[in-house]
């Protein structure tokens, strides 16, 4: 949880600015004002310490600020008490047993700061001012952590409004045939980003409504689809993604090598990949035969030395999904 | 199975920050290709794999894995754990082999979640 603010001489590059968790960045984007507890417990400094422990125990808290004429002067916390207690004094004054020297932090500060604080110095609480110094609220590690988590479940309904958003896509839109359509380019050996088109497809999916067994089943396929591009053409090539309300269209096409036996390419095991590709994991053959079992229709066009056209589709009006082994949510296909 | 208790039953190592280890695994698959993976593993299965390269996380995230284990104590490079980051799938490392990693998980009670592949449209075969 405690973030790793970046020493101030150090500059924030690509590779740093990826590591950072999504809670760092929230430390550095919430506001303590927006985590605080606002109007809390106050003491005054002629409160009777058995007052203080009498209202601490029906509060249940384990500390608060001492105020006088709205203005901070101190704290209580379980340790004065303690050390009230050890004295058998409790009915002094809290303005004798108080800690004066307050440790504060500004409603507009970044949490972040808070945490530098409740790292370095191991109190537990930080009473909260604005910029006149007067008090308006308190900070525990507690409200820290539930406001970040707040702040995340957020971010998680952020992702459910685009969701809802996209989904409603065609709603509006009046034509005797509405469709969505994306482009991807692939490059040739591309292996490290091998996979970075069918996962924005799935995600484009997810997002426009599509039930989880129908984005996978269209993932695994434009990703064979996607490895093969990489993998065995000349000089890349592009997928095409058509979104209707009741089918998904996918075309995968290049300008060579071609594919001298189509029918045989589709057979399960059969493969011309090199050693090297092996070694990656693909080239086993799989491929064609995987596509065919993900989509309800598939069709390979090939020319030797002109290049290859592999179409499939995948229907969203079907109750059983093919070649899936589970059928896909009927109310979960686009809408 | 939680992933939490996952990494617990194979002396594993968490390699990457992001992912949910409170996700629910149902079952396993092991194996090093994958089109093999992708053709046969289940959604939310462990995938148990020697294969280091970020391809590994892509079939995952297209496959709805649950966590992937780096079989022998390999350690994947850079590329492969930013990408897990990203997609937030777990990566773990255990210094079991896949026999005994099969073994000690399937005795944990977790099923086999790897389809044959052999069940495919007849005319292809």
Known sequence: ???????????????????????????????????????????????????????????????????????????????DLIHCLCQSDLDAQASKYMTRNVLTVKG??????????????????????????????????????????????????????????????????????????LRYNIKPRDFTHGGAASSNIKRALLRL?????????????????????????????????????????????????????????????????????????????????????CVDNMVIESVVDKGTRLKMRINLDKEESVGEGYSSRLDGGIS | MKVSELIRVINGKLINDGADLEREVKGGCGADLMSDVLASIQPEAVLLTGLCNPQVVRTAQMADVAAIVFVRGKNPPRETIELATQERIALITSPFGMFELCGRLYQAGLPSLERSVSDGPSDLE
């Open chain 1, 209 to 293: 409504g599509a039930s989880p067994q129908i984005a996978r089943r269209c993932g695994i396929a434009v990703y064979e689809a996607e490895m093969n591009l990489i993998i065995h053409t000349l000089r890349g090539g592009v997928i095409r993604v058509e979104i209707e309300p009741n089918r998904i269209s996918i075309e995968a096409y290049d300008d060579g090598p071609g594919i001298p036996d189509v029918e045989l390419a589709m057979k399960p095991g059969y493969s011309t990949a090199s050693e090297e590709i092996r070694e990656l994991g693909f080239g086993a053959g799989m491929g064609l035969a995987n596509i065919a079992r």
């Open chain 1, 108 to 181: 507009t500060d970044p949490v972040v700061e808070a945490l530098k604080i409740f790292v370095s110095s191991k109190v537990g609480r930080l009473p909260v001012i604005d910029d006149q110094g007067r008090l308006i609220g308190i900070l525990t590690k507690g409200d820290i952590t539930r406001g970040l988590l707040k702040a995340l479940q957020r971010d998680i309904q952020v992702e459910e409004i685009r969701k809802y958003r996209a989904s409603h896509l065609f709603e509006d839109i009046e034509s005797d045939r509405t469709s969505l359509i």
């Open chain 1, 1 to 79: 949880m405690t973030p790793t603010p970046p020493s101030k001489n150090v500059l924030i590059n690509d590779q740093v600015a990826e590591n950072i968790t999504r809670t760092e960045e929230l430390a550095y984007e919430l506001r303590v004002n927006e985590v605080m507890t606002s109007s809390p417990k106050i003491l005054s400094p002629e409160m009777i310490m058995r007052d203080v422990v009498e209202m601490f125990r029906k509060a249940r808290i384990s500390g608060a600020p001492v105020v006088q004429d709205e203005n901070l002067v101190g704290i209580i916390s379980m340790e």
